[in-house]
């Protein structure tokens, strides 16, 4: 059996656990060293049994945790040559640990078979992961500028996806947004638009995806109400109805979100 917890979600940290009972993955560290350990003893798993960190990128979301954790616990970090690099220069002690890979391979933590894929974002080689075990799989991909082909190949058979949608196209245009937004939002590089998101999840929803998670986001700039409606409108105009043949939510911003079986 997989599982799939949040341990945030919102823009101040990015931090997911994948677990098939034995083996426990985070796919980034984006929130304090203390909340992760907190959090994985409130789920009843003791930190000293940590499997791995997946990083998807080196931005401080997402990797907030990491330096402490690492000092702490004794577990391999997951990240490709770019993303490596980077994070080997600001945290050394990493170096030890690190296990670097170009997007596209695949390989095994534990008991449970890792997927890679490079997602479009303004960082070094940003990443996105597949996580299966027991015939399921999860994938996670946020941080994403735009749902290339690459992209829906590496969340292609997923059962549960961990997406981000990010602001609605419309607002950014015409809105009294700061140029940078608007080049993150617009471009190929930055966050995923409402709209760009909305599309790769109906794409996953074709291919057999039943479970999709919006997460990455805050009420401050990320609108999740907004995300949630412009994605089940357009799953619905696919015939897919919400809450009948796709399970559709945004990832609370609790400590410990809910815990999903894949």
């Keep these: 059996m997989l599982t799939l917890t949040t341990l945030a979600s919102g823009s101040s940290g990015n931090c997911t656990l994948v677990s098939d009972g034995t083996t426990h993955i985070l796919v980034d560290a984006g929130i304090s060293a203390r909340r992760i350990t907190t959090a994985l003893k409130g789920l009843g798993i003791d930190p000293r049994s940590l499997s791995g960190v997946l990083v998807t990128h080196e931005h401080s979301d997402h990797i907030c945790g990491l330096t402490t954790l690492a000092k702490q616990l004794s577990f391999p970090v997951y990240a490709s040559h770019g993303t490596a690099g980077a994070l080997c220069c600001r945290i050394p002690t990493l170096e030890a640990r690190m296990h670097a890979f170009t997007p596209g391979v695949s390989f095994e933590v534990g008991g ?20 299966s075990a027991g015939g399921r799989k999860a994938a996670v991909v946020t941080d994403l500028g735009c749902p290339t082909e690459e992209v829906r190949r590496g969340i292609k058979g997923s059962h549960l996806l961990v997406a981000e949608t990010n602001h609605e196209v419309e607002w950014v245009q015409s809105g009294p947004y700061p140029y940078f937004l608007k080049a993150r939002v617009l471009g190929e590089r930055g966050h995923l638009s409402n709209q760009a998101g909305a599309e790769l999840i109906c794409s996953a929803v074709r291919e057999g995806a039943n479970t999709i998670l919006l997460a990455h986001l805050s009420k401050e700039n990320n609108t999740p109400a907004r995300a949630y409606e412009t994605v089940s409108a357009a799953l619905e105009r696919q015939g897919a109805a919400v809450g009948r043949d796709v399970r559709l939510e945004v990832a609370p911003r609790a400590e410990v979100g809910q815990t999903y079986v894949v």
Aim: charge should be negative; charged fraction near 10%.
């Design 112 to 131: 449970v078979a890792v997927e890679t894929f490079a997602t479009p974002h303004d960082t070094a080689q940003s990443n996105g992961y597949a996580l």
